[in-house]
């Protein structure tokens, strides 16, 4: 298994919908997290990180840890077409700071 | 505030010749890295640097140098391009070791294409 693994998608959602994006991990990894939006022919952005099992809200991102079952989510509440992008989950392995592969997210009108 | 600078923003080079990337940030952050993301893949680390004159390889670091003679500056020195070299590059830094706590700030990167 990969250190971060993330499905590719594309993920649809329609406008105003919660839009959910998950990643798992290995036990390589460390226990933070980071999710980091990227639109098309741009850099990686930082939304948010969460280190603890549970939730963290921010606006209208939300993410979760789930340490038993290895895996953090992100969800994006109202989803607008703004939001279309891809969104790279990311954490540390040794002195690495590793990304998944990506999950593209599509908000339709 | 201008954040990371990298420049260019686009190239094509011949296989076998050399080019560098330049990176510029001006946050005074101790810590860079360059990455090279191909579609698909993520983002792969190729060098890092904790702060003027120390850098260390990264995941893939096969057919590029690097040097770090200023806390500003990460130049990227591609030696004898390949087409596996072909890839968006991105240069980064953090306030903090491996950005905990604030993550990184990214570049706005080079799109490189070897042919």
């Known amino acids: 298994q990969k250190e971060v693994e993330q499905n590719s998608g594309p993920l649809s959602v329609p406008e105003g919908a919660i839009a959910s994006l998950n990643c798992t991990y290995s036990?390589?990894?460390?226990?933070?997290f980071f999710w980091y939006r990227q639109y098309s022919g741009k850099s990686p952005e930082l939304i948010m990180s969460?280190?603890?099992?549970g939730d963290k809200e921010d606006g209208r991102f939300t993410a979760q840890l789930n340490k038993a079952s290895q895996y953090v989510s992100l969800l994006i509440r109202d989803s607008q077409p703004s939001d279309s992008a891809t969104y790279l989950c990311?954490?540390?392995?040794?002195?690495?700071?590793?990304f998944g592969p990506g999950t593209r997210l599509s908000v339709l009108p | 505030n201008a954040g990371v600078t990298q420049t260019p923003k686009f190239r094509i080079l011949k296989i076998g010749q050399s080019m560098t990337l330049q990176c510029t940030q001006d946050?005074?952050?101790?810590?860079m890295y360059w990455y090279r993301q191909d579609p698909g893949m993520g983002l792969k680390l190729i060098y890092y640097?904790?702060?003027?004159?120390?850098?260390d390889k990264g995941e893939v670091p096969n057919g590029y140098n690097v040097s770090r003679s200023t806390t500003e500056d990460f130049p990227l020195r591609l030696e004898l391009a390949a087409p596996s070299q072909t890839s968006v590059y991105f240069c980064a830094s953090s306030e903090t070791p491996l950005g905990v706590d604030y993550g990184y700030t990214f570049g706005s990167g080079t799109r490189l294409t070897v042919v």
């Open positions: 640097s904790v702060g003027a004159g120390i850098t």
């Open positions: 969460i280190y603890s099992n």
């Open positions: 036990d390589r990894v460390s226990q933070s």
């Open positions: 990311a954490s540390y392995y040794g002195q690495n700071f590793v």
């Open positions: 946050m005074n952050h101790n810590y």
